[in-house]
């Protein structure tokens, strides 16, 4: 049973920076992916920025067009733990910010694309606010 737990939201200023972290117990996907997806109250949860976990591919990364450049996502194997480095932040950054991992998937983008609806597992949540 895989369980995902999210800290290190909070309230930032607009050009600030915060990092979220995302420890996944139980972990033994060979083929899934993991990433970080968030949501507003009344849009649909969209992904941010994901990361296959293909023994092979060396952990292939996505992001999503609004936040490339700004965002970064990475992984520490030894600690199961998943990053999202968040510079430059933004108003329209403010969201509850989920973890989500899933067994199988086809590469980071499609599961970026499309992992919202996927078989996931999910954190909690972490509210992140950016003001002006």
């Known amino acids: 049973q895989v369980q995902l737990v999210e800290s290190g939201g909070g309230s930032v200023q607009s050009g600030g920076s915060l990092r979220l972290s995302c420890a996944a117990s139980g972990y033994t996907y060979r083929s899934g992916c993991m990433g970080w997806f968030r949501q507003v109250p009344g849009k649909e949860r969209e992904g941010v920025a994901t990361i296959d976990k293909f023994i092979d591919s060396g952990g292939s990364t996505s992001y999503a067009d609004s936040v490339k450049g700004r965002f970064t996502i990475s992984q520490d194997n030894a600690k199961n733990t998943l990053y999202l480095q968040m510079n430059s932040l933004k108003p329209e950054d403010t969201a509850m910010y989920y973890c989500?991992?899933?067994?199988?998937?086809?590469?980071?983008?499609?599961?970026?694309?499309?992992?919202?609806?996927?078989?996931?597992?999910w954190g909690q949540g972490t509210q992140v606010t950016v003001s002006s």
């Open positions: 989500a991992a899933v067994s199988a998937c086809y590469s980071s983008e499609w599961y970026l694309r499309r992992g919202s609806t996927a078989n996931n597992v």
